[in-house]
């Protein structure tokens, strides 16, 4: 590319000194008339686009000297064509040549960005507006007056993504053109394909005049790699080469998935025959024009008007004439308002020696740039607005299939993503399946939307994959050598993780297990360090087994998603100790539910003696005998069975409602008390200095200097049973106090003697699980980081670590709680709701019940006759006599 510029510089130098020795005894010598504005264009004349955009242009002037407000008016445009041929240094001669020679106030339509570029030299004399050229890179900050109506590239790369997102597509190509065009879209295409989680695994770079034998080349590379979806961005031109190119290779067939930017989208309806039967099933994004009456009739006129010998049948317009339209109207708008005029005087022949310095500035050069931006009307391709020096992004970008023709199949809008249709304000109505997005048409006239194909480094081979040997905790990962058949074993957690996510890739992975020796079989401290080293020298293609995710370590490989927990455990023994505290029977119960139990025991009572004290003797005597009574007999319920007979059935009900929730109460309280009388303690800070490290453990002992003990010193132990043996002889005996691993580790261990050790997790350190390891850039890890997080959703993970680690899962919590839970109301309420809507009930029903008997009872007297009789004066009771007594005479 730099030699490249070298070049372009030399050409200009050469091509300014020949500019300066032209004679210009063929121009003018008479000033332009006051009120005319002389614009140059420079187009590429041999190209449909620079055809069909002098002709809107020409039809662009047509209009406007018809508009009444334009005759009220005595400016004029007056358009001064030139033929670039599309090559740069011609465009930028033709432009030198129209500012001396036509005096031209503006320049319209450097086609290409390569033109604009080159062109931006003279940014600073004249306004320059490109309606094609859509280069990220122009910017008005290098060249403030170049005006783009036209998009960035950079606007449709949203579109692309939610295109590939909403096809399924994780893997693809990219193919662009080697120009500034063609790089200059890839870095924001590359981040919008990122975030929608497509991975670009390939780019391949073809030059703007590549030979066929270079593109068949390219292809070819592509075919081995077994690539089969591309996003192809490039000029029309070359797109016509590369496509037709692709067809000859059998790359348009069946299985194959083609993207093509705006660039070749918006120029199918120009483009060869043969070019465009080429790309049958190639899917286009460009950006959406809106329909309009005024659309309409430009549409009428341009069937009526256009005609050349070249074309054998009329061509669509596409956006770039319209936008080629619209920047004559804006650029006229913009004069009118300025009073812009052509007013500098063409030098005579005397200054033959004009050269690209001594090109005056055009003194309404910043005016009209000005005007422009500030204005905002409604053109051919619709809401007409800059911003930054170049036109909007277009509210809608419409997805279009090359199948049998050029048929839109859908929209993309910026704000509501993939939709069917748009309303007349051109938002998005719905937000479509594939399968809503129309019938698309795929390449091999299949209906089918295309798979993507992993793209493998090295196609066929079967990869080696590294395995530790291991002394202890062989349920992680066994290898086990046959010394007959020199036949190995792997086995383990691990391996059957990682097999488990390889038969789930939609594709096949053929893999061998390569046990990893070095001159020591025991692992020594570096010795996975030295496994994970052979990855980054590429002796392994992947490691296996309990390898601990750690930042150093993925400075040289990358790690898969941790399938194991992370962290750090602490294995301390279990001691068993009996509680002296005198009050210790009040606490199996929360102060709350000691409050609810006392009120039901009340509430209980007073429901009995409500119901019985009327018709039942041992709930009637005095009022303090009666509120005993009551109270008694509620509280009785909890010991032994009570001497009072109930009459009542209502009250035998909520009799028997209670004893059932007495008898759960007590059941629970003699539960918890039994729990906490004899309870299981942690030995959190243990007795001695000794603590047990495991050997080759990646938990950094430096990291450790704030546990709780005093001058701690370490114990290297190894397998399961060393872990146990170290911990029943204790730091005292030569043993240690505490083991710290790594958590599965941990739980391993305690899946064997959880009755006499337990875990309590510390927050000194941490480590990120166990992962699988694979080099820098493998396609593979996303994949099986994806698939490991799917077998632990659908519980596949969890059944693995039961099948290995005797029943209990490796991902279980492993709780010791040193404390029994107190029991409070919370966990009763259902009982209470029950006994009390119980008793409610009751007491209603028999109020009810007693009154309804004694209307009946006033009844029958009143239908019998009275007779008056009075007791013998020795029956009259005294005052003495008991409250039934008095009763029994009260009617």
């Given at each position: 590319?730099?030699?490249?510029?070298?070049?372009?510089?030399?050409?200009?130098?050469?091509?300014?000194?020949?500019?300066?020795?032209?004679?210009?005894?063929?121009?003018?010598?008479?000033?332009?008339?006051?009120?005319?504005?002389?614009?140059?264009?420079?187009?590429?004349?041999?190209?449909?686009?620079?055809?069909?955009?002098?002709?809107?242009?020409?039809?662009?002037?047509?209009?406007?000297?018809?508009?009444?407000?334009?005759?009220?008016?005595?400016?004029?445009?007056?358009?001064?064509?030139?033929?670039?041929?599309?090559?740069?240094?011609?465009?930028?001669?033709?432009?030198?040549?129209?500012?001396?020679?036509?005096?031209?106030?503006?320049?319209?339509?450097?086609?290409?960005?390569?033109?604009?570029?080159?062109?931006?030299?003279?940014?600073?004399?004249?306004?320059?507006?490109?309606?094609?050229?859509?280069?990220?890179?122009?910017?008005?900050?290098?060249?403030?007056?170049?005006?783009?109506?036209?998009?960035?590239?950079?606007?449709?790369?949203?579109?692309?993504?939610?295109?590939?997102?909403?096809?399924?597509?994780?893997?693809?190509?990219?193919?662009?053109?080697?120009?500034?065009?063609?790089?200059?879209?890839?870095?924001?295409?590359?981040?919008?394909?990122?975030?929608?989680?497509?991975?670009?695994?390939?780019?391949?770079?073809?030059?703007?005049?590549?030979?066929?034998?270079?593109?068949?080349?390219?292809?070819?590379?592509?075919?081995?790699?077994?690539?089969?979806?591309?996003?192809?961005?490039?000029?029309?031109?070359?797109?016509?080469?590369?496509?037709?190119?692709?067809?000859?290779?059998?790359?348009?067939?069946?299985?194959?998935?083609?993207?093509v930017t705006d660039g070749i989208a918006n120029e199918l309806s120009v483009m060869d025959q043969s070019a465009l039967d080429s790309m049958q099933g190639v899917i286009g994004i460009r950006p959406y024009i809106p329909p309009s009456k005024r659309?309409?009739?430009?549409?009428?006129?341009?069937?009526?008007?256009?005609?050349?010998?070249?074309?054998?049948?009329?061509?669509?317009?596409?956006?770039?004439?319209?936008?080629?339209?619209?920047?004559?109207?804006?650029?006229?708008t913009a004069a009118h308002h300025s009073g812009a005029t052509t007013s500098i005087e063409k030098k005579d022949s005397a200054n033959k020696s004009a050269h690209l310095a001594a090109i005056p500035t055009r003194p309404t050069g910043s005016d009209?740039?000005?005007?422009?931006?500030?204005?905002?009307?409604?053109?051919?391709?619709?809401?007409?607005?800059?911003?930054?020096?170049?036109?909007?992004?277009?509210?809608?970008?419409?997805?279009?299939?090359?199948?049998?023709?050029?048929?839109?199949?859908?929209?993309?809008?910026?704000?509501?993503?993939?939709?069917?249709?748009?309303?007349?304000?051109?938002?998005?109505?719905?937000?479509?399946?594939?399968?809503?997005?129309?019938?698309?048409?795929?390449?091999?006239?299949?209906?089918?939307?295309?798979?993507?194909?992993?793209?493998?480094?090295?196609?066929?081979?079967?990869?080696?994959?590294?395995?530790?040997?291991?002394?202890?905790?062989?349920?992680?990962?066994?290898?086990?050598?046959?010394?007959?058949?020199?036949?190995?074993?792997?086995?383990?957690?691990?391996?059957?993780?990682?097999?488990?996510?390889?038969?789930?890739?939609?594709?096949?992975?053929?893999?061998?297990?390569?046990?990893?020796?070095?001159?020591?079989?025991?692992?020594?401290?570096?010795?996975?360090?030295?496994?994970?080293?052979?990855?980054?020298?590429?002796?392994?293609?992947?490691?296996?087994?309990?390898?601990?995710?750690?930042?150093?370590?993925?400075?040289?490989?990358?790690?898969?998603?941790?399938?194991?927990?992370?962290?750090?455990?602490?294995?301390?023994?279990?001691?068993?100790?009996?509680?002296?505290?005198?009050?210790?029977?009040?606490?199996?119960?929360?102060?709350?539910?000691?409050?609810?139990?006392?009120?039901?025991?009340?509430?209980?009572?007073?429901?009995?003696?409500?119901?019985?004290?009327?018709?039942?003797?041992?709930?009637?005597?005095?009022?303090?005998?009666?509120?005993?009574?009551?109270?008694?007999?509620?509280?009785?319920?909890?010991?032994?069975?009570?001497?009072?007979?109930?009459?009542?059935?209502?009250?035998?009900?909520?009799?028997?409602?209670?004893?059932?929730?007495?008898?759960?109460?007590?059941?629970?309280?003699?539960?918890?008390?039994?729990?906490?009388?004899?309870?299981?303690?942690?030995?959190?800070?243990?007795?001695?200095?000794?603590?047990?490290?495991?050997?080759?453990?990646?938990?950094?002992?430096?990291?450790?200097?704030n546990l709780p003990f005093k001058n701690p010193y370490f114990h290297l132990v190894a397998t399961v049973e060393d872990y146990a043996n170290a911990l029943r002889n204790g730091s005292q005996k030569g043993g240690v106090s505490a083991i710290i691993?790594?958590?599965?580790?941990?739980?391993?261990?305690?899946?064997?003697?959880?009755?006499?050790?337990?875990?309590?997790?510390?927050?000194?350190?941490?480590?990120?699980?166990?992962?699988?390891?694979?080099?820098?850039?493998?396609?593979?890890?996303?994949?099986?980081?994806?698939?490991?997080?799917?077998?632990?959703?659908?519980?596949?993970?969890?059944?693995?670590?039961?099948?290995?680690?005797?029943?209990?899962?490796?991902?279980?919590?492993?709780?010791?709680?040193?404390?029994?839970?107190?029991?409070?109301?919370?966990?009763?309420?259902?009982?209470?709701?029950?006994?009390?809507?119980?008793?409610?009930?009751?007491?209603?029903?028999?109020?009810?019940?007693?009154?309804?008997?004694?209307?009946?009872?006033?009844?029958?007297?009143?239908?019998?006759?009275?007779?008056?009789?009075?007791?013998?004066?020795?029956?009259?009771?005294?005052?003495?006599?008991?409250?039934?007594?008095?009763?029994?005479?009260?009617?």
């Open positions: 590319m730099e030699l490249e510029r070298l070049m372009r510089i030399f050409f200009l130098l050469a091509s300014l000194s020949a500019f300066n020795s032209i004679d210009w005894s063929m121009a003018k010598n008479s000033r332009h008339p006051d009120h005319h504005m002389h614009v140059g264009v420079i187009l590429d004349m041999e190209s449909p686009v620079g055809e069909m955009a002098q002709k809107c242009m020409t039809m662009a002037i047509s209009d406007l000297n018809a508009t009444p407000s334009q005759n009220n008016h005595p400016l004029k445009l007056i358009l001064h064509p030139r033929n670039s041929k599309g090559q740069p240094l011609k465009a930028l001669f033709s432009a030198v040549e129209l500012l001396e020679n036509e005096q031209v106030e503006a320049l319209i339509g450097p086609q290409t960005s390569e033109e604009a570029e080159l062109l931006g030299e003279l940014g600073d004399r004249v306004p320059i507006i490109s309606f094609s050229a859509s280069c990220p890179s122009l910017s008005r900050e290098k060249n403030p007056n170049f005006i783009r109506m036209t998009t960035n590239d950079n606007s449709q790369v949203g579109a692309i993504a939610a295109l590939v997102q909403k096809f399924g597509w994780g893997e693809l190509v990219i193919i662009h053109e080697d120009s500034s065009y063609g790089n200059g879209i890839i870095p924001d295409l590359l981040i919008a394909l990122h975030e929608g989680n497509a991975r670009v695994v390939h780019r391949t770079v073809i030059p703007p005049r590549a030979r066929d034998i270079y593109v068949e080349a390219q292809l070819y590379r592509l075919m081995a790699l077994s690539a089969n979806i591309f996003i192809v961005h490039m000029s029309p031109s070359l797109a016509s080469q590369f496509f037709i190119k692709v067809n000859e290779l059998g790359m348009m067939s069946t299985g194959y998935g083609w993207i659309l309409h009739n430009f549409s009428l006129k341009w069937r009526n008007s256009f005609f050349t010998s070249q074309h054998h049948q009329l061509p669509e317009v596409n956006v770039y004439c319209l936008w080629a339209y619209d920047s004559v109207w804006a650029l006229a009209l740039v000005h005007t422009i931006l500030r204005g905002k009307f409604t053109g051919l391709s619709g809401e007409i607005q800059l911003k930054n020096g170049q036109l909007q992004q277009p509210q809608a970008f419409e997805i279009v299939n090359v199948f049998r023709g050029v048929k839109r199949i859908g929209f993309w809008t910026q704000f509501n993503g993939m939709t069917t249709r748009l309303n007349r304000s051109t938002v998005a109505v719905q937000s479509p399946s594939v399968r809503d997005m129309g019938s698309i048409g795929w390449p091999g006239s299949s209906l089918v939307i295309p798979k993507v194909q992993r793209i493998m480094p090295k196609a066929g081979k079967r990869l080696r994959i590294g395995v530790p040997i291991k002394v202890g905790f062989k349920e992680f990962v066994g290898v086990e050598l046959d010394p007959v058949t020199n036949a190995t074993t792997v086995t383990g957690f691990c391996i059957d993780v990682f097999k488990a996510a390889i038969d789930m890739l939609p594709y096949e992975v053929k893999f061998d297990f390569i046990p990893f020796t070095n001159s020591n079989t025991f692992m020594a401290g570096s010795y996975y360090d030295d496994l994970i080293y052979q990855v980054y020298l590429q002796q392994y293609d992947a490691a296996v087994g309990d390898i601990t995710i750690k930042a150093n370590r993925s400075l040289y490989v990358d790690f898969t998603m941790p399938f194991t927990e992370a962290g750090v455990g602490m294995i301390v023994p279990i001691e068993t100790t009996r509680s002296k505290n005198m009050w210790i029977f009040l606490q199996p119960l929360k102060v709350d539910l000691w409050l609810v139990i006392g009120a039901f025991f009340v509430f209980t009572g007073w429901v009995v003696w409500t119901i019985e004290h009327n018709d039942n003797n041992e709930f009637k005597g005095p009022l303090a005998q009666q509120i005993g009574t009551m109270m008694w007999y509620s509280l009785s319920t909890l010991f032994f069975a009570q001497r009072e007979k109930l009459i009542s059935n209502w009250s035998k009900v909520v009799v028997i409602v209670w004893l059932f929730v007495v008898l759960i109460l007590t059941s629970s309280y003699t539960a918890n008390l039994s729990s906490m009388l004899t309870v299981h303690q942690l030995q959190t800070l243990p007795n001695g200095k000794a603590i047990g490290f495991p050997f080759n453990s990646t938990v950094d002992q430096t990291a450790l200097i691993d790594e958590i599965p580790y941990v739980k391993l261990f305690l899946s064997k003697y959880s009755s006499q050790y337990t875990m309590v997790e510390p927050s000194y350190n941490s480590t990120n699980g166990f992962g699988f390891v694979f080099p820098k850039g493998s396609p593979l890890v996303p994949d099986i980081s994806a698939l490991i997080a799917k077998l632990r959703e659908d519980g596949k993970l969890h059944l693995i670590s039961q099948n290995w680690f005797q029943n209990r899962s490796l991902f279980t919590n492993q709780d010791s709680a040193t404390k029994v839970a107190r029991l409070d109301s919370y966990s009763f309420r259902g009982l209470f709701l029950i006994t009390g809507i119980t008793s409610t009930v009751a007491v209603i029903a028999s109020y009810k019940f007693r009154k309804k008997q004694s209307t009946t009872a006033q009844h029958e007297v009143a239908d019998q006759p009275v007779e008056e009789t009075f007791p013998p004066v020795g029956d009259i009771p005294s005052r003495r006599t008991s409250f039934k007594h008095i009763r029994r005479y009260s009617y």
